[in-house]
Nanobody, 116 residues
Framework: QVQVVESGGGLVQPGGSLRLSCVVS????????MGWYRQAPGKQRKWVAT???????AYADSVKGRFTISRDNAKTTGFLQMNSLKPEDTAVYYC??????????WGQGTQVTVSS
């Protein structure tokens, strides 16, 4: 069984930074890609960033230049470095570990609140 656990969320002031972690456990998991998504109250879940097994990255326009996605060499832990945070970044952030283009495993989410 593959388990995905996010951590690192919290309360931060506008302009501050947070680093989220996504730990994937389970030897059966073969890393294909990892994505970060976020969902604000009353809104649909939106894609934020993706990193592939080869290290290619992509970002939503709303976070480009402020967020950086990365992973460790073992491909068991992913990260989302969030800088210059804005109130509109407030959301529950979810990690998804993909095993192919269509399927993967979701984490439980971690709350990020940007407020003064």
């Amino acid at each position: 069984q593959v388990q995905v656990v996010e951590s690192g969320g919290g309360l931060v002031q506008p302009g501050g930074s947070l680093r989220l972690s996504c730990v994937v456990s389970g030897s059966a998991f073969n890393f294909f890609a990892m994505g970060w998504y976020r969902q604000a109250p009353g809104k649909q879940r939106k894609w934020v960033a993706t990193i592939t097994s080869g290290g290619s990255t992509a970002y939503a326009d709303s976070v480009k230049g402020r967020f950086t996605i990365s992973r460790d060499n073992a491909k068991t832990t992913g990260f989302l470095q969030m800088n210059s945070l804005k109130p509109e970044d407030t959301a529950v952030y979810y990690c998804k570990a993909f095993r192919d283009y269509e399927s993967g495993y979701w984490g439980q989410g971690t709350q990020v609140t940007v407020s003064s």
